[in-house]
């Protein structure tokens, strides 16, 4: 077990920091066509498009996702990114403590820090349950379910936390290995990236780049910007740099018109990279020329470059293609636009070095970093598009090629080429309160309700998800090239005390996730909310990205007699994931909690519908020859009129295989919207070990002839239990979760 004092969390260290120092995505394609890469071997595994995007889904508040009459069509060149964390389990195994839980057995357990149904001062808490339960970052059957879960989605990568220097290997592998099968078989998976520290990157950057990157490790699932694999990280905070006076006290000393501020330094080995801390004053305007000679202010000149926009404080780099060899250097500043200075020292802090004032020597020392040249630095220096990730809730870019992850509305833009908006965030809740970053226990933090300026109180809130809504609305309307979406399944959080130098801080303290309200996970959870956030997440994707029409039925003669052959040139093929069935066993948070489940008997890969005037067929197809009836009981749901508050989650018959025979099945319609279905109506049906196919009268669809239009979908030895859940956590459904295949007929 990590002890609890050692853990390192990554928001205490960013937010401590604040306080202390204050996809490829290829043209014409929608997200399930993705350009196909090389594979390790040289070969090409080209995904097998299921059209995820065509699906429909009604969540359980009653919205429907957006179908290309809302969305319109595939829109080229967008991406979309989530947040995604590797931890759970990483940090002792103590609890689970659920804070949710917690609080309904002692409604004033915020007040006792002192409680004994807290687990102690630091340890993780989970604010609430996942719907696949206290689960750990390596347990497979859960990976291949995210694997395929956001894949549906349309998110193309997935971006690992790995703020808080640790880079848990073990969780990234086993994710990795299972996306990697899963890319194998055909299916569509999101690619990975990896979100650095704020402040002190090197350490981390140089780990994934020895253990992923430099031995090839599943290069396939390396998401790339720019043509190299994407890290968001600070490229000028290297390994190898050295920054000198960071902790010195000094004073801003203003560059004026017409004068120059300089400091010479002696740089013991080749070096890449030369700059000062500039301050502004809080002014925007701000510019000035950076320059380096050799020896001294009146030296040869080596570089020179023009900053202009300067933000307050910030580091001014002057880069070189090659190396500059050790020896005695000046840098100098001049030419200023606005007010802009050079952090300076009152004494001489550091050997061999003078600071200079239009020439002459003066007291101090001048705020200087100095990147030294290292071999493998420069190698990731070259493999990697760097975007610097922005911590800052409220700030926007304070510099070039910056990407945020978390920001209070309205979010800003991040550029690299000026005018294009190239990222920004969507999230779901922040831990700011009134303004300024606080903690998610606080009440007035901007929870899930938040919208139109302020977070409402407990009679205001429910789960329809304003602040997400709010926030996706905007980026819509600013229309980046990259979305970020915070997040996917946090689930965890610190437990602090009201000592936490935050907004909101009290006895008991969370600063990252409180509960239902105050957290920011999309998965879908067990109870409360359920998978609403997903369909939410999956609705603002497919506004941003766009959506494909749905393919119209070509039916051709088809007589249920088990050949099969009349069905080839039926259109479309409906298609689902390959390799999907359940099958889970892996421990739980503690080495007493296990969870087990076999239910994924048969793989159903695609499904057929075809029609005359008197009846629809259905055709459907496993992966591999099925098992008997006793093992896996196939069902095939019918929304007849396209209406999910119709039927049992909008489903107005059901269809089942009854005994060991092959020959019939049947029909029976719902009973009052409850999991009850009554009248069966045998119709015919025929079998071989990988297919079945039947037919339904089109009278059971719409009395006066055959519909124009229904839902449908497939399922496989699923537990029937009469909820959502049972279509994501057993068997196998075609298609996946909450969705349907919408089949539109000929008249």
């Not at 269809?655 to 092959?662: S, T």
Request: glycine residues 8%.
């Amino acid at each position: 077990m990590t002890p609890f004092r050692t853990l390192p969390l990554r928001m205490l260290r960013q937010y401590s920091l604040l306080v202390l120092n204050v996809a490829i995505v290829a043209a014409g394609l929608s997200h399930c066509t993705p350009a196909a890469e090389p594979s390790e071997a040289g070969n090409t595994v080209k995904p097998r498009d299921v059209c995820s995007d065509t699906w429909v889904a009604t969540d359980a508040l009653g919205r429907s996702l957006p179908t290309n009459k809302e969305a319109g069509g595939p829109r080229a060149g967008k991406t979309v990114g989530i947040f995604y964390f590797l931890w759970l389990g990483r940090h002792g195994d103590a609890g689970p403590f659920d804070i949710s839980k917690i609080i309904a057995e002692d409604p004033q357990a915020m007040q006792k820090p002192d409680s004994p149904l807290w687990g102690p001062l630091m340890a993780p808490h989970h604010w609430g349950e996942s719907a696949f339960g206290y689960y750990v970052s390596d347990d497979e059957g859960v990976l291949r379910k995210h694997a395929q879960m956001l894949g549906d989605a349309g998110v193309d990568m997935v971006l690992f936390d790995v703020t808080n220097q640790v880079t848990y290997p073990e969780s990234w592998k086993a994710l990795c290995r299972v996306f990697d099968e899963s890319r194998r078989a055909g299916n569509h998976v999101p690619q990975i990236a990896f979100l650095c520290p704020f402040w002190s990157p090197p350490k981390v950057v140089r780990e994934l780049w020895e253990q992923l990157y430099a031995p090839g490790l599943y290069p396939d699932l390396w998401f790339r910007w720019e043509g190299k694999p994407l890290i968001l990280a600070d490229p000028e905070l290297s390994r190898s740099a050295a920054i000198f006076l960071q902790d010195q006290p000094g004073d801003p000393i203003e560059l004026t018109a017409a004068h120059s501020l300089s400091q010479t330094f002696r740089a013991d080995r080749p070096f890449l990279a030369v700059g000062g801390s500039f301050p502004t004053w809080a002014a925007r305007n701000s510019g000035l020329t950076l320059s380096l000679h050799r020896e001294s202010p009146n030296g040869q000149l080596i570089s020179q470059r023009r900053c202009e926009t300067v933000a307050d404080n910030a580091w001014l780099m002057l880069d070189f293609d090659e190396p500059q060899p050790a020896g005695r250097y000046c840098l100098t500043v001049s030419d200023p636009r606005g007010k802009v200075g050079w952090w300076t020292s009152k004494t001489d802090v550091f050997p061999d070095g003078q600071a200079f004032a239009d020439g002459q020597a003066v007291q101090g020392d001048r705020k200087l970093q100095i990147r030294f040249f290292d071999e493998i630095d420069e190698q990731i220096r070259k493999f990697f598009t760097f975007r610097k990730p922005q911590p800052d809730y409220f700030a926007g870019p304070t510099g070039p090629n910056q990407w945020s992850w978390l920001e209070v509305y309205p979010q800003h833009a991040f550029y690299t080429t000026p005018g294009i908006p190239e990222q920004m965030t969507v999230g779901v809740s922040q831990n700011a309160v009134d303004g300024k970053l606080g903690v998610l226990s606080h009440p007035r933090s901007n929870g899930r309700s938040y919208h139109d300026g302020k977070q409402p109180g407990p009679e205001g809130q429910d789960t329809s998800g304003r602040n997400f809504a709010e926030q996706f609305q905007h980026a819509l309307k600013v229309d980046p090239q990259f979305l970020f979406i915070t997040g996917w399944n946090e689930w965890i959080a610190g437990r602090f005390d009201a000592k936490f130098p935050l907004a909101g801080a009290g006895p008991v303290t969370f600063v990252d996730e409180f509960n239902q309200e105050y957290s920011r996970d999309i998965e879908p959870m067990h109870g409360g909310h359920g998978d609403n956030y997903y369909y939410q997440m999956i609705a603002g994707i497919r506004r941003y990205k766009g959506v494909r029409p749905v393919d119209p039925v070509t039916p051709r003669p088809i007589v249920v007699d088990g050949k099969f052959d009349d069905w080839k040139d039926v259109t479309p093929e409906f298609r689902d994931t390959i390799g999907d069935p359940v099958s889970r066993d892996h421990q739980g948070w503690n080495p007493k909690l296990r969870y087990v489940n076999k239910t994924g008997c048969n793989d159903l890969i695609s499904a057929k519908v075809s029609c005359d005037q008197q009846n629809v067929y259905f055709l459907v197809q496993w992966n591999r020859p099925a098992t008997p009836h006793a093992d896996g009981r196939q069902i095939l749901f019918l929304d007849t009129d396209c209406n999910a508050s119709t039927g049992w989650m909008g489903y107005d018959l059901a269809v089942a295989r009854e005994g060991n025979g092959a020959e019939t099945v049947t029909v029976e319609r719902n009973r009052g919207g409850q999991y009850q279905w009554e009248n069966p109506l045998p119709v015919p049906c025929r079998r071989t070990d990988d297919q079945l196919e039947l037919a339904i009268p089109c009278a059971m669809f719409a009395p006066t002839g055959h519909p124009a239009a229904f839902d449908f979908k497939w399922a496989d030895n699923i537990q029937q239990t009469g909820d959502w859940s049972d279509f994501t956590r057993n068997g196998d459904v075609a298609p996946n979760d909450r969705y349907n295949y919408r089949a539109q007929l000929p008249r």
